[in-house]
């Protein structure tokens, strides 16, 4: 199992977050963003840069995902994509995206996204918060202690 993170907008609690999993369990888990990323000395834990541009670090997942890895990731499209690879996708305020839920979370991301270019004012999301850390924290600990032991 690989932990994979959409590092570009995932705030840097839930990265410390998971960093120490990785540590403690002994996770292989690569940070993918368009920027160079700095992470932790750890033989566990690398930051992978990739060209910028439009969805190139979700694609980059995507093509490196395997079933059973978990991403996490903010980005629907990203999650619906990793999901049909067989593999997990958490986004960094606690909710796992599962095949039950990810057409719906497309469909609501499809029509926002419509009416946002129709020039309506639809808001974005509310400050992350320490509610979101702690859902997050406990979504992990929840799909991690699900993993079989070596």
């Known amino acids: 199992m690989h932990i994979w993170i959409d590092a570009d907008a995932c705030p840097g609690v839930i990265k410390e ?6 540590e403690r369990l002994h996770i292989d888990t690569t940070l993918v963003a368009n920027r160079l990323l700095h992470t932790p000395p750890s033989r566990f ?45 958490l986004n960094p305020r606690g909710e796992m995206y599962t095949t039950a839920n990810i ?29 979101d850390r702690q859902a997050f924290g406990a979504a992990l600990d929840r799909f991690l202690a699900r993993l079989p032991r070596p």
């Open 17 to 22: 977050i998971l960093f120490r999993a990785a």
């Open 45 to 89: 834990i690398r930051a992978v840069q990739v060209p910028a541009g439009f969805d190139v670090a979700d694609a980059h997942i995507v093509e490196q995902v395997v079933s059973g890895d978990l991403v996490i990731t903010a980005d629907i499209p990203l999650a619906a994509a990793v999901l049909e690879r067989g593999a997990h996708a």
């Open 103 to 131: 057409a719906e979370r497309l469909s609501m991301r499809n029509f926002l996204e419509e009416l946002r270019s129709s020039g309506v004012q639809t808001g974005g999301p509310s400050a992350f918060s320490q509610a």
